[in-house]
């Protein structure tokens, strides 16, 4: 007996079936692949986006997991998606995908496409940093200041984190006064200029509250550079 589609009449001779129909019809009439609404946040200042409940570095291959992540794949076996974007604005991501499997062992091919608005969202560290705040001050002081400022600034930036940047930079008599978001940040930069520079900092702690009986620090490091020779 060969199989004829009770939709639209034609034989498993002509097209591959599944089940009862022939995989155009069966496949249009049950819908394998889902792709919820989706959004994506971005910070404008550093360029991290929000994906799966934390803020991340942005690049298309974390953006291609979340997306393959959030693909609903139903009934289908060995499935495999390939992606792309052909656009990724400030503002809108367009993808594409191709999700690959069998249905009851007959191959099946799945194209779709899509947009995810881009939403711009000021993230927790810039939030905190453009805000002003922080833990400690770092001063620069002795030779060559703006060029070791700018050195510990990077260090800073470097060492990743929601508490690792610079929220103000100033200007004193004395030198450069910076101010990192993190005593730990701050205490661990101060660590590698001993160590690269071989001079010793002078750390002083400062209580600023109580926070529930809690005493809050805030830290000071100073570093005086000598003159190069
Ligand atoms: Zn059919
Ligand atoms: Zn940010």
Request: charged share 35%; with cysteine; hydrophobic share 35%.
């Amino acid at each position: 007996m060969v199989k004829v589609c009770p939709s639209c009449g034609r034989t498993e001779r002509e097209v591959p079936f599944i089940g009862f129909f022939c995989r155009d019809c069966y496949l249009r009439d049950h819908q394998l692949v889902e792709v919820p609404k989706l959004r994506l946040k971005r910070c404008p200042l550093c360029g991290r986006a929000y994906f799966s409940g934390r803020w991340e570095d942005f690049s298309l291959d974390r953006l291609r997991d979340w997306l393959v992540d959030h693909i609903k794949v139903r009934e289908m076996q060995g499935v495999q998606i390939g992606v792309s974007f052909p656009e990724v604005d400030e503002d809108l991501i367009r993808y594409r995908a191709i999700v690959r499997g069998t249905v009851e062992g007959t191959p099946v091919e799945i194209p779709l496409e899509g947009e995810i608005p881009v939403e711009k969202v000021l993230c927790p560290r810039c939030g905190r940093a453009t805000g002003g705040y922080f833990q400690a001050i770092i001063q620069v002081r002795g030779a060559d200041v703006e060029e070791h400022a700018e050195e510990i600034a990077r260090l800073v930036e470097r060492e990743g984190g929601e508490y690792a940047f610079v929220s103000r930079v100033e200007f004193t008599k004395d030198g450069i006064d910076l101010y990192i978001g993190s005593k730990k940040v701050a205490d661990k930069v101060a660590r590698k200029i001993e160590r690269r520079y071989g001079i010793k900092a002078i750390r002083s702690h400062r209580l600023i509250t109580e926070i529930q009986g809690k005493r809050v620090y805030r830290l000071t490091v100073s570093l005086r550079f000598p003159p190069k020779d």
